[in-house]
């Protein structure tokens, strides 16, 4: 298979990037491990406010709906259930939907693989009833299964704290909130619920139970409580997945705010591959408004090396688009924002390139 | 002052980890291994790890490797368990004009005391009833097998640690000079320090290391793609040509030889050729999923045998450096060993000197 462009990952950020490549007819494949677009989108039910000017607030479904929706029409095909698996020598992406592989050779690759959670271990966390908030969304939203009746949420942060509101409203009891920390950022304490209790300086000691949790050990404030649940659900943040960028020969690099390693990537999101770009969580983790905008700015550079939009037309989109995205990211959280400029900067002096005029804008508003 | 070592081992993969542990037996000397990485990052941790011999030719080359597999036994009592396995091996061919070649193996090496059987097709299925009746017959030996490399590497280093050999990893050695009879070895994180000899294990890295003494050696970096299955049931008892199935029950195959330099990726080419060949071997295969892949890069000396010994022409200078460094490891570090304590070795190194390779003129 040929293609202009391969999208690998349906979430937001490659069905984004796909609506501005495919809108000006180059032609875009899109391939997805699983059977239906939209990503992690598919189970949030929770409220999108802050996104790019064109959507507006939605929740998590209508925003897959919508992003996919906005495809039909155009030169895009959709590959369900196939998964990149390896690249062949000539460049041509290896994917395979479990039966058979075939090689898509493309000028320019977008990886929108997203976030995988990070978990967190303790004595008795292999035990069922334990999982990740994502996984307990999952179970909600998507499968309509509730994972538990009463419930302890490990690490506080806001899409735990949401999926703990989700829980409620469920029906779940929720016993608390376990956080190591000693405070909270702005954003948790913004969204603090007197109805969920929150237990600071507190961790989980160890998990029990004949086949499944029943008894949860807590360490609060230095002393052992003992409580009764039948579910923990682990909310230790997210990291970008790598492996696509590992087979694809990009350079990486570590910032903390951004979920830890990430590749390497210049101020379009080109990595040091120059044919493969980065996009969405994948490029550090961020807000639904970073994930749709950093999937635009990439996509606006792949326009450009193919023809379709002029070095001036680009330039004037991008500049627009990065300062939409330090709009949405500095109201979110601005710390992230930084230090995707500063991974930026260091990728432009490691590889000695020049950073667009364009961008010193951006840098001065920092 | 400059810190000084009576010996200076560059490369702490499992030769320079296996000579570091056999020289520190005699808790005589001071000793440090340098590496510009950490143990296992390299070669040593991506392979196979088979310990073969059985068709390894002309038949003194499979002597050496003889010796070492049956220091391995031993080898395991001394530094703890290395996960060594004699499974036996089985050297499958498809055609029966390889017939002929296989019986004139089994005699050569039989002279050399190892034992080897050709087997016809339904002695091989017998053996190992997955293989594929489209064999023709194979090669046999008791005495091939394989090992835990990560284990091994790991217990030559704490065993050597535990007799005091000291080690720096993530350091790379910049640039070695001659000062005053000694060597002074410079790297990238600590002052220089000073040896009284130094031995070259860089492995894929020797020939750089041997440039910084102004000395050539002739090795070549050959990638090889590794895929690795889930887990399958114990079903391949045998270390059988290109796989065998480790203790988890992942099954590892690999048979690609490729010289792209230092270049650590896996291609689809390489993975589905492999794949295929797999299945051509054993065909149930066909049936389970890959799960992973890896690639590493061998050293392999221009002619394929070890180089091994003094370094003529660089007085106190050392080299050991080969392919199939973890069949060879445990005899090599016997031999180095005895090489630089007394100067002479039980089993003579005169064919494995980096001496063959150079002119007429340079043989000082």
């Known amino acids: 298979m040929e293609t202009d462009v391969l999208i690998i990952g349906a979430g937001p950020a490659g069905l984004n990037s796909a609506y501005e490549i495919a809108s000006n007819g180059v032609q875009t494949v899109i391939v997805d491990e699983s059977f239906f677009p939209g990503g992690q989108l598919k189970q949030q039910t929770q409220y999108f406010n802050n996104l790019p000017r064109q959507f507006e607030a939605q929740r998590g479904i209508t925003l897959a709906e919508t992003l996919a929706n906005r495809l039909h029409s155009l030169p895009v095909t959709m590959l369900h259930k196939h998964t990149m698996i390896g690249v062949y020598k000539d460049g041509s992406i290896g994917v395979s939907n479990g039966e058979s592989t075939f090689p898509i050779k493309a000028k320019k690759v977008i990886v929108t693989t997203g976030a995988a959670e990070e978990t967190c271990l303790f004595p008795g966390w292999t035990l069922p009833g334990v999982m990740t908030v994502g996984a307990a969304q999952i179970l909600m939203n998507r499968e309509r299964v509730l994972p538990g009746k009463n419930a302890i949420i490990l690490g506080c942060n806001s899409f735990s704290q949401e999926v703990a509101q989700q829980l409620k409203d469920c029906g779940v009891n929720i016993l608390g909130i376990i956080e190591k920390n000693t405070s909270l950022g702005r954003e948790s304490r913004e969204r603090l619920h007197s109805d969920i209790p929150l237990l600071l300086n507190s961790y989980i000691t160890r998990a029990m139970g004949r086949g499944e949790v029943e008894k949860v050990f807590i360490n609060h404030n230095g002393s052992e409580q003992e409580w009764r649940a039948d579910l923990i659900c682990i909310g230790n943040g997210l990291s970008p997945i790598l492996e696509p960028f590992e087979i694809l020969d990009c350079s990486f690099t570590n910032k903390e705010k951004l979920g830890g390693l990430l590749p390497g990537y210049d101020s379009n999101f080109k990595t040091e591959n120059s044919s493969v770009y980065v996009a969405g969580n994948a490029a550090g983790i961020t807000c639904m408004g970073g994930v749709l905008l950093t999937a635009e700015i990439a996509a606006a550079d792949v326009l450009r090396h193919l023809g379709v939009l002029n070095r001036e037309d680009a330039a004037r989109q991008t500049t627009y688009l990065w300062k939409e995205l330090l709009r949405i990211e500095t109201q979110t959280d601005s710390e992230v924002f930084y230090a995707r400029v500063a991974s930026i900067q260091e990728f432009h002096e490691k590889n000695n390139i020049p950073l667009p005029t364009s961008f010193h804008a951006i840098l001065e508003e920092c | 002052m400059n810190k000084h070592y009576d010996i200076v081992i560059i490369g702490s993969g499992v030769i320079g ?244 330099g230092y270049d650590r990726r896996t291609t689809l080419d390489v993975i589905q050729e492999t794949a295929s060949m797999a299945e051509n071997y054993v065909p149930a295969l066909a049936r389970a999923n890959v799960v992973r892949s890896f690639a590493g890069i061998r050293v392999i000396p221009e002619d394929g045998f070890p180089i091994v010994g003094t370094i003529p022409g660089v007085h106190n200078a050392f080299i050991a450096t080969m392919h199939s460094g973890i069949t060879l490891s445990p005899l090599i570090g016997t031999l180095m060993s005895e090489l630089l304590m007394e100067g002479e070795t039980s089993i003579d190194l005169g064919r494995l000197s980096l001496r063959r390779f150079m002119k007429a003129s340079e043989k000082v």
Do not use: C
């Open chain 2, 17 to 260: 980890s296996s000579i570091a542990y056999h020289l520190s037996e005699r808790k005589e000397k001071d000793i440090l291994v340098v590496d510009k990485g950490f143990p296992l990052s390299g070669t040593s941790g991506s392979t196979q790890a088979w310990v073969w011999v059985h068709n390894k030719t002309p038949s003194w080359y499979g002597e050496l490797s003889m010796y070492s597999a049956e220091l391995y036994p031993f080898l395991g009592k001394k530094i703890g368990d290395v996960e060594y396995k004699r499974t036996g091996g089985i050297a499958p061919f498809f055609n029966e004009s390889e017939r002929e070649k296989a019986l004139k193996l089994a005699e050569a090496q039989a002279e050399v005391g190892i034992k080897v059987e050709v087997l016809n097709r339904e002695q091989v299925l017998e053996k190992e009833p997955a293989l594929s009746p489209s064999i023709a017959g194979a090669t046999y030996s008791d005495i091939d097998g394989n090992v835990n490399p990560f284990r091994l590497v790991e217990l030559y280093i704490k065993a050597a640690q535990k007799n005091h050999v000291q080690f720096a990893f993530y350091n790379p050695v910049l640039d070695i000079k001659k000062e005053k009879g000694l060597f002074k070895i410079f790297t990238k994180k600590e002052e220089p320090v000073t040896a009284e000899k130094v031995i070259i294990a860089g492995g894929p890295w020797t020939k750089e290391i041997g440039e910084m003494l102004g000395v050539h050696i002739p090795v070549k970096q050959v990638r090889g793609q590794i895929i690795v299955t889930e887990p399958l049931a114990p079903f391949l008892t045998h270390t059988i040509g290109g796989m065998r199935q480790a203790e988890n029950g992942e099954v590892l195959i690999g048979y690609s030889k490729e010289e792209v």
